[in-house]
């Protein structure tokens, strides 16, 4: 070949293989971000931050909170502009155990009344029905779930009957290994304490949850409901330890935490030991006129839940956690305040996930985004009275774990 030809062929060799690469250079860079939410407000008290900037998220997790992501560094993009972009929401007590539980809901169907993306089972199931909670329910929701075991082995499937009428069905040491052997998503141990519910037992049953905590670990909490409580609340308020739970902290039931206007000294107590006082408004759960004294008594909640379930759902006090959180939102608290009670506040009792109820970077991509509507607005309680505002939260979108509900649609469909 003459020396002129091989010139010509090494030639074209050379820009052969000079050709990929030059398109690869060439070749727009791969999105650094799987969804970028822009130009909302971001509301994280977890950083006591509030202003405009624009959210990345990258394979589940928080990636970046910057001024502004352009729309094309994500795969997906949602626009938040004139909206709240608050860490996923975050309720401590409802009840998300459908076909077992005779009042349990599917989570993820609440998803667009509640942008809630994390949901705590509130002793819908016992050391009975527990596993099936969490292979058939938690397991395949998109919604994050924990639960608390009920210290009654038939936890609420015998609703309307008060599952602590037998007190054989407090069963210590079942409900002990239940949560023992859950401890990932198991927080300890559910009994509810009102006079239908107990019967004559009294407050054995709270005895027998707390003995079964105390065997579990030091970690296992008692999420404790009050009613219409039978005997003496001072009672009940005292047995209970730093780290337990005391929901339906307002209910206007009966014997409870405000009596002739006036919080009970036992409740203080209990708070100042560092006993949760959970909302918890349900169906029947939430008085104007005991948590309003309460409040000013220095007996405020320190986390705001829905207890929502099938019954409660239908109720005129509508307990959806952004409607309930907006009741305290006129109501002696500010915005931030309401969202720190509905995001890190819970998440940090739950303490399994890192990150969680925050938009810190590295934290799980979860995000309520909602709309503060301003306009004259009438809340009723669980008794019927009726407190008016000028501002309500509603849902807009969520996206638990960097996947939106609704649109935009992932490819491949699926989630964590």
């Known amino acids: 070949m003459p020396p002129s030809s091989r010139r010509a062929v090494l030639a074209g060799g050379a820009a052969a293989l000079a050709a990929p690469f030059s398109a690869a250079a060439q070749a727009p860079a791969a999105p650094r971000f799987d969804l970028v939410i822009r130009g909302g407000e971001v509301l994280d008290p977890s950083q006591n931050l ?20 352009q729309a094309a560094a994500g795969r997906q993009s949602i626009d938040a502009a004139g909206k709240l972009v608050c860490p996923g929401l975050v309720d401590l007590h ?17 998803v ?33 779930l924990f639960g608390f075991v009920h210290v009654s082995s038939i936890g609420l499937a015998g609703f309307p009957v008060g599952e602590m009428l037998n007190i054989d069905y407090a069963a210590v040491e079942a409900a002990a290994k239940t949560v023992t052997e859950n401890r990932d998503i198991c ?17 054995e049953p709270l005895r027998r949850a707390i003995r079964a905590a105390e065997m579990a670990g030091p970690w296992a909490k008692v999420m404790c409901h009050i009613g219409n409580a039978p005997g003496d609340i001072s009672e009940l308020l005292g047995l ?27 409740a203080l107590d209990a708070k100042r030991r560092g006993v949760v006082v959970d909302v918890g408004h349900g169906g029947g759960s939430f008085d104007y006129t005991v948590f309003e004294p309460a409040r000013d008594g220095g007996f405020g909640p320190d986390t705001i839940s829905s ?38 506040k819970p998440a940090r009792v739950i303490d399994r996930v890192e990150g969680l109820g925050t938009l810190q970077v590295g934290a799980p991509g979860d995000v309520s985004i909602l709309e503060l509507v301003r306009e004259p ?13 000028d501002r309500w939260l509603k849902p807009v979108q969520t ?15 699926a989630w964590p």
Do not use: C
């Open 50 to 69: 509030r202003a405009r900037r624009d959210l990345g998220i990258r394979n589940a997790l928080v990636a970046a909170v910057e001024p502004e992501i």
């Open 377 to 389: 607005v009438e809340f009723v309680d669980t008794r019927n009275n009726r407190r008016s505002g």
């Open 187 to 203: 927080l300890g141990v559910k009994v509810r304490i009102s006079a239908d519910v107990v019967g004559g037992n009294g407050l």
């Open 307 to 344: 207890d929502l379930h099938a019954v409660s759902g239908n109720t005129p006090g509508m307990p959806f956690l952004p409607w309930v959180m907006s009741k305290f939102l006129n109501n002696g608290y500010t915005l931030e305040q309401v969202v720190e009670m509905a995001t890190v």
């Open 399 to 413: 996206v638990k774990a960097g996947r939106p509900f609704g649109r935009p649609f992932p490819v491949p469909f």
């Open 112 to 144: 667009p009344w509640t942008a809630t993306t994390t949901y705590v089972s509130a002793g819908d199931a016992g050391a009975n029905t527990f596993s099936l909670f969490r292979h058939a329910v938690a397991a395949r929701a998109r919604t994050r």
């Open 240 to 266: 209970l330890r730093p780290g337990d739970i005391l929901t339906h902290a307002f209910s206007g039931a009966g014997n409870n935490t405000v009596q002739n206007g006036r919080v009970l000294p036992a």
């Open 94 to 110: 409802a009840h998300v155990y459908p076909e077992v539980s005779a009042i349990g809901l599917p989570a993820d169907e609440l």
